[in-house]
């Protein structure tokens, strides 16, 4: 069973970083484009940041804050968050994509196939 687990969500507090994990468990995930979505109470999920399938390419809903990468060794992908504000508190999730190549454009739900089953991010003012 495909797999994509997050970790790394904690209290943090206003201006702190953190850096999110999320480990898939199918090599095949190594080529496919890979996000990272949140979504707070009350509101909708949203989009955060895509990496392309190449690794080359990334882009994000606002820059500058976060930063996305991976490690196709560990079949990994990370969210850096630097500068948190309260309105970062949110759940986050992993998500991946059956697209290859080297487009990071895919910022909707409906794109990803796969997803995992979110990581807390809380950050007190």
């Known amino acids: 069973q495909v797999q994509l687990v997050e970790s790394g969500g904690k209290l943090v507090q206003t201006g702190g970083s953190l850096v999110l994990s999320c480990a898939a468990s199918?090599?095949?995930?190594?080529?496919?484009?890979m996000a990272w979505f949140r979504q707070a109470p009350g509101r909708e999920r949203e989009f955060v940041a895509c990496?392309?399938?190449?690794?080359?390419n990334t882009y994000y809903a606002d820059s500058g804050r976060f930063t996305i990468s991976r490690d196709k060794v560990k079949n990994t992908v990370y969210l850096r968050m630097s500068d948190l504000m309260p309105e970062d508190t949110a759940v986050y999730y992993c998500?991946?994509?059956?697209?290859?190549?080297?487009?990071?454009?895919?910022?909707?739900?409906?794109?990803?196939?796969?997803w995992g089953q979110g990581t807390q991010v809380t950050v007190s003012s």
């Open positions: 998500a991946a994509a059956n697209v290859q190549g080297d487009s990071p454009y895919y910022t909707e739900a409906r794109w990803f196939d796969y």
């Open positions: 199918e090599r095949s995930f190594a080529e496919s484009a």
């Open positions: 990496i392309s399938g190449s690794g080359r």
